[in-house]
């Protein structure tokens, strides 16, 4: 659409790009594919932005919209309550791991992670500790864009514009276990190493300051980095040591990504917090939520007790009633099951890509991957500045867009292709992605 600039301003966009083209513009969308403008289709290869898990089209979540639209359109969670919220939180608690029983609803992730901080700091104060504020994260890892959750980011190049930040957020290394060749060939010590720098940085900070370390299953940013083994397992014991919550940051790896409704049930470990959004509606309306244990809540069950935080739209009612139809839709077609079912073979199919010279590493689970480019595979040299500028976005995100494929080509820490289908996706569409990348990666390598 030619006016798509005049009044639309775009997240994360430069908004000059478009001064000589038209904005991509996307009207319809079905099962794993989108539609534009001109009636052109794409292969939806990263679920919207890792949101519509169950995919697109979904008749059966728009009218779960219009049903409760048509008898409770708004109400809101302030002291009172309304039947859509109560039974989605009963439904979410079911599939929790552990006493992660109480859900505070939000509209997205951002906010759910701020809520999750905030509730850590309230905490602690009600039970003795105020010094206990700050929060342990990763580097390169994203977190959200409110101040609070931008703090918890660890990628500088979107936090510089809005310094200074909210005091309290420590790095820590990342699991790129690709990039971390003193460890040579055993995944086991380097996640033995990266949970040990959690520790080391709590101990540099003084453990009566830390109130929580936020972690994702998987960390999407730089790539898809997965736990190696043993590492989540070292987390929680460093964490029960110092009294420090475990935050597990689910917003992209919740229900079904990683083949299990949530990620800390795919790698074995119990956190005293989930933070979640985007597949608890598959995109259908706007919901977060914060999932947090029992013994958080008790300290605000005393008489006058409050945890004096609330959002206006969190826990809408049309975004509840979508949110169980979809919940619905995962147990009728038992989404979770064929993510578990298929993942061998997407994954085998993207690392036919290892032929490829471009092609460096090729890692994540479920359906959330990321494929790291390179300049030479033997070194595994990375591309440079204006090397990852001429790459990326100068040929890559459109090459991959015009031949029929939407995904994420990304420079936020090495240059890498992110894939993350909707759940419904199968052998049809990993050929289907395999040899649009294989084509234009070729393409892009002849070019360098």
């Known amino acids: ?20 083209r038209e904005v991509p513009t ?62 989605l939180a009963e439904k979410i ?55 609070g959750a931008l703090s918890i980011t660890g990628l500088p190049g979107i936090k510089t514009d809005f310094e200074p930040l909210v005091p309290g957020g420590i790095k820590v290394p990342n699991t790129n276990f690709y990039r971390a060749p003193e460890h040579g060939d055993d995944p086991v010590a380097f996640g033995r190493w990266a949970a040990e720098e959690i520790g080391r940085a709590i101990e540099r900070e003084g453990p009566d300051t830390v109130a929580a370390v936020f972690l994702e299953p998987v960390q999407n940013s730089g790539g898809c980095f997965p736990p ?34 949530f990620g800390a049930l795919r790698y074995g470990y119990q956190p005293d917090i989930i933070t979640t ?67 061998a073979a997407f994954r085998a199919t993207l690392e036919k890509l290892h032929d490829l010279p471009i ?11 990321g494929i790291e480019l390179v300049k030479d595979k033997a070194t595994r040299e990375t591309f440079d500045g204006a090397e990852s500028e001429r790459l990326l976005r100068g040929f890559l995100s459109g090459a991959l867009f015009d031949a029929g494929l939407y995904c994420r080509a990304d420079d936020r820490g090495d240059p890498v292709i992110q894939l993350a289908p909707p759940l419904i996706a199968g052998e049809q569409q990993f050929n289907e992605i395999e040899q649009i990348l294989r084509t234009v990666l070729t393409d892009a390598w002849s070019r360098l």
Not at 99 to 108: S, Y
Not at 313 to 342: I, K, M, Q, T, Y
Request: net charge neutral.
């Open 228 to 261: 190696p083994p043993g590492y989540f397992e070292r987390v929680r014991q460093i964490c029960d040591v110092y009294d420090v919550l475990l935050v597990s940051d689910e917003v992209i790896c919740s229900w079904g990504r990683l083949g299990e409704y």
């Open 26 to 87: 996307i009207v319809r969308g079905q099962g794993a594919y989108v539609w534009d403008a001109q009636g052109r289709r794409y292969l939806d290869g990263l679920a919207g932005l890792f949101v519509v898990n169950a995919g697109h089209g979904r008749t059966e979540l728009a009218e779960a919209a219009a049903k409760q639209a048509g008898e409770l359109a708004y109400f809101p969670l302030w002291s009172y309550a309304h039947p859509k919220a109560v039974e």
């Open 277 to 343: 959004a985007k597949g608890i509606t598959s995109g259908y309306a706007p919901l977060g939520a914060m999932i947090a244990s029992d013994r958080l809540m008790e300290p605000f069950l005393t008489e006058t007790g409050m945890f004096a935080h609330g959002v206006t739209f969190g826990g809408h009612p049309v975004s509840c009633a979508v949110a169980l139809a979809n919940l619905e839709v995962f147990a009728r077609e038992d989404l979770v099951g064929h993510v578990r079912a298929n993942e």
């Open 359 to 369: 092609v460096g590493d090729i890692r994540g689970d479920g359906y959330f991957y």
């Open 93 to 147: 608690a079911t599939l929790t791991p552990g006493d992660l029983n109480r859900v505070f609803f939000t509209t997205g992730g951002s906010e759910a992670v701020e809520t999750a901080w905030k509730l850590a700091r309230a905490y602690f104060k009600r039970v003795g500790k105020p010094s206990k504020h700050k929060v342990v994260s990763r580097y390169i890892a994203y977190h959200g864009t409110s101040m």
């Open 1 to 20: 659409m030619a006016n798509a600039t005049d009044h639309l301003w775009m997240h994360f966009t430069r908004m000059a790009s478009y001064s000589t």
